[in-house]
C-alpha cells in the first residue's frame, strides 16, 4: 500500500493553518537569522545551576517518588505553592480549585476538550494567541471576535458579540500575546460583569502576568470576579473564570509546567480529562520546579528577567524610532514579550518576511492571529530573546526590508 | 453566583466512567492496603542514580538547551534511537516515521484527536485497555468489540465486527492489560491481512513489549505489515499500522515519555495536533531520557526488570494455586504486569472490591475495561509492584473476601 494516509482513512481535516509558527521556529534554528519569531526566554537567563541543586536533593530525597506516576491533580506541594502564589494576587483558593497542567498550552487544550463541542463559537480578541486558536480549532471551534485598541479588549464592543452565544471568552488581559496591549481595570470591571450579565464564562489567559516593567499591577480578572461575586470568602472559588498561567515565563519553558485555577467542580472534570491525555504531568518536573522556586528563589529570579526583558523592550523601541520609516507604527506594552507592529495596508507582512529572511532577520506576520481573517499589515516581534546588539542589528535589517516594500508598492 | 458549572454552563458530559482507577490509585496510598490495583513498575528499581547522572550531565553540557522550548516531533538523538529499537524490532523507519510524545497515554489521546469524530466506531479487543477507553470516549467515541482467548483478539470473529465500519483497531498483542494474554503469531498474520483488505489501519499498543519472562518473543503487528506490504524497503513504513510504546516501563514513569511510529504523512499530522496540545514533551526529561539510557544501559536494566518481575508472577501464580477456592480461574501471561482472574458468576467484584478494601487489598474490578458492558466477574491483579510476602499476604486476604462471597452467594 502506497496510498497516503490523507486519502485512505478519513483524517480529520479540520484547518490547521497554525504550522506558521512552527514553521518559522524552525528558522531561529539557523545561526545566520536574527530571529523575533519565537516566544523564547533569554537562555543566558535560565537558571541551570538551580534546577541541577534542585534535580540532585529531589533525587537523593524523593527518588523513588520523582520517577513513579504521581496523581493526575499535580504534585501537591507545588499545587499549595499556586494557592499561596494566587492569594499574593489576591485571591483566596483552596487545594482543589488548582490543576498543575503539562505547560498552559495543555491548560488550553483541556478546558477545549471540557467545553467545546464541533461547531461551538467561541469568543477571542482580535488578534489573540495562535496556540490557543490550535488548541481550540481540534475541537472543530468557530470564532467570534472583539478588536483590541491600547487598552485590550473593546469591552464597549462585546456585547453584541455576547448576544450571539459564545461558549466560553477567551482573554489575555495582561501584554497580551500578540499586541502587547493590557486590558484596564475599568474595562476588567465591565468584563466580568457582562460575563455574570449573560452568563458566559471567560478563560483568563496570564503567562507574562509577573513580567511588568512599568505602571502598577492590575488585578487578574479571577481576582476581580471572585470580589464582585463575593465568593472567595468561603476558601474556595466558584466564579466565571477559569484562570491559567505558566512556570515557563518565569522559571523554563523545557519543563513544560502550567496550571488551572478553577471552581471545584471545574477542576474535577479537567482532572478527568487530563487523566485520558496524558495521566500525570512529569512527576520529575513537577518536584524540580517545586524544589528550585521555593525560598524565594523564583520571586529574586524574575525581578532579575524583568530587568533585563524591560531592557531589551526600551532597546527595541528605541530600534524602532531610530530605523523605522514614519508610516511604521506600534503598540508600548507595559511588560511580557511582544511588540506588534502595523505597516501600511499596502504591504502583506506574509510578503515582507520573504524580504526580511533574505536580509537574514524573522518575526511572525499578524494574520495568523486573526480567527476570522485580515491583520496582513501587522507583525509581532519578540524581544526577549536576543541581546541588544542583535536587536538593534535585527530592526535595522528589517528597516531594509520595509523601505524595499513601500518603494515597490508606493 | 452559587450553581455549579455543570447545570450553568453546558459542559461536556459524555460518560467517563473511567474514574474507577483514579479513585483506587488513591487507595494505594493508604500504607494499610496491599494493592495489586494500579499498574505501577516496582519502585525499588527505578534507576535513580542513572538518572541523578544523566540530569546532572545534560544540565552540566546542555543546560540552556535542556530548560528551553523544543521541537514538536522531539529530540532528535532520542528520536534516532527508537529507530535504532524499532530496528532490532525489525522494521527499519526513518526519523521522520517517530514522535515522542507525553507518555504512551498521549499518544492515545493525539490518535483519538486525529482520527475520532463524534460517534464514530472504534473497535477495541474485550476486555480492553482502561485508559485507551477514557482518551476515545473524549472525542465522542463508540465501540464495537471482538472477545479475546488464550491466544489473544479472537480473529476468526473480526470480520462481522470490521464490516459494521469501525474507524480503526485497537489492539494490545503482547500480554494484553487487562487480560495478559499475547496475540498468537498465526493470528498476527490474519490480523493485519484483513486490516488491509478492509482498509481499517490497527492502533497497536505496545508497553510491555520488552517485559517477556518465557516464550519466543513475537513480531510486532507494524514489522509483520511492513514485511507483507513490501514498504519497509524505503526506509520508511508506510503502512497500516501506528505503534505506540513507552519508557514508564523501561525506565521510568514519572518521566512521561512514550513515542509513536507511523507513516510520515501521519506523523506530520500528530505532530500538528500535539503543537495545540503541549507544544513539545518536556525537553529536560527527553535529554534525560537519552543520556540516561544509551550505552546499553537500559538493555541491562530491562534484563533485571524481567528477572524480578519474572520471579513476582511466578510467587502470584503459586498463592493463586495455594489460597484460591477451585471456582476462581485465572491467566498465564508470558510477560507484562497483570493477571486477569475471573470468579464465578453469582459474584460482582465490584462488590468484592469493598468487602476486600476491608481485608485490606485492592484490585481493579474488570467490568471497567469492557466498554459495553460485562465482565462483572473478573477482575485485574497487577504483581510488578509488591515483594513476594506482600504479594503471599495479599493474596491470602484476597482469598478471604472471595470465600466469604462464595459462601453469602451460594
Known sequence: ????????????????????????????????????????????????????????????????????????????????????????????????????????????????????????????????????????????????????????????????????????????????????????????????????????????????????????????????DAEYLGCDTHGGYTGNVIYTSTFSKTLAPGLRLGWIVAPEDVIGKLVMMKQGTDLNTSTFDQMVAYEASRDGFIDKHVHTIREVYHHRRDVMLASFEEYFPPEVHWTHPEGGLFLWVTVPESIDTAELLKDALQQKVAFVPGHSFHPNGGGTNTMRLNFSNAGDDMIREGIRRMSVAIKQRLHSTA
Do not use: C
Open 1 to 224: 500500500m502506497t496510498t497516503p494516509w490523507a486519502q485512505r482513512y478519513a483524517l480529520r481535516t479540520h484547518s490547521m493553518a497554525g504550522s506558521t509558527i512552527r514553521e518559522l521556529l524552525k528558522l531561529t534554528q539557523r545561526p545566520d537569522i536574527i530571529s523575533f519569531a519565537g516566544g523564547l526566554p533569554a537562555p543566558e537567563l535560565l537558571p541551570i545551576d538551580q534546577v541541577k541543586a534542585a534535580s540532585d536533593t529531589v533525587l537523593s530525597e524523593l527518588g523513588q517518588q520523582a520517577l513513579q506516576y504521581s496523581t493526575t491533580e499535580g504534585y501537591p506541594p507545588l499545587r499549595e505553592q499556586i494557592v499561596q502564589h494566587m492569594a499574593r494576587y489576591g485571591i483566596k483558593v483552596g487545594l482543589d480549585n488548582v490543576l498543575i497542567t503539562s505547560g498552559s498550552q495543555q491548560a488550553l487544550d483541556l478546558i477545549g476538550k471540557l467545553l467545546i463541542n464541533p461547531g461551538d463559537s467561541i469568543l477571542t480578541e482580535n488578534p489573540t494567541y495562535l496556540g490557543a486558536l490550535q488548541a481550540f480549532t481540534a475541537y472543530q471551534a468557530q470564532y467570534v471576535t472583539v478588536p483590541i485598541d491600547d487598552n485590550g479588549l473593546q469591552v464597549g464592543l462585546l456585547e453584541a458579540a455576547l448576544r450571539t452565544g459564545p461558549k466560553f471568552m477567551y482573554i489575555l488581559p495582561n501584554f497580551q500575546n500578540p499586541a502587547g496591549v493590557t486590558l484596564s481595570v475599568t474595562r476588567r470591571y465591565d468584563l466580568i460583569a457582562l460575563a455574570e450579565q449573560y452568563g458566559i464564562p471567560i478563560i483568563e489567559d496570564d503567562p507574562y502576568g509577573q513580567l511588568r516593567y512599568e505602571g502598577e499591577h492590575i488585578k487578574p480578572l479571577v481576582t476581580l
